[in-house]
Nanobody, 124 residues
């Protein structure tokens, strides 16, 4: 079992920045690919970014290209999402997810564990 706890969400003005953190506990963190997803009211959960155990990254380039950066610190069992130049359409609940011993992918159904989510609200 892996427990994931997100933090760092909040209210920010358009153009601002936030850094989300997700701390994992339980099994060996470095064995997991980690992903960030988001879900806005009335919309499906959307892949934002993923990172493999060795640092391989992938992004939903259409929505976050050049603005968001995913990173991980295996010594701290933590994955981060640095979000810059935030837009009102980035408003959503952001979730981190873990996928055991496989590369990061964009399909939510392929992740094994999920956090409870953290709200990000971007005002115009």
């Amino acid at each position: 079992q892996v427990q994931l706890v997100e933090s760092g969400g909040g209210l920010v003005q358009a153009g601002g920045s936030l850094r989300l953190s997700c701390v994992a506990s339980g099994r060996t963190f470095s064995s997991y690919a980690m992903g960030w997803f988001r879900q806005a009211p009335g919309k499906e959960r959307e892949f934002v970014a993923g990172i493999g155990w060795s640092g391989t990254m992938r992004y939903n380039t259409d929505s976050v290209k050049g603005r968001f950066t995913i990173s991980r610190d295996n010594a701290k069992n933590t994955v981060y999402l640095q979000m810059n130049i935030l837009k009102p359409e980035d408003t959503a609940v952001y979730y981190c997810a873990a996928r055991f011993n496989r590369p990061p992918v964009s399909a939510a159904r392929d992740y094994d564990y999920w956090g409870q989510g953290t709200q990000v609200t971007v005002s115009s």
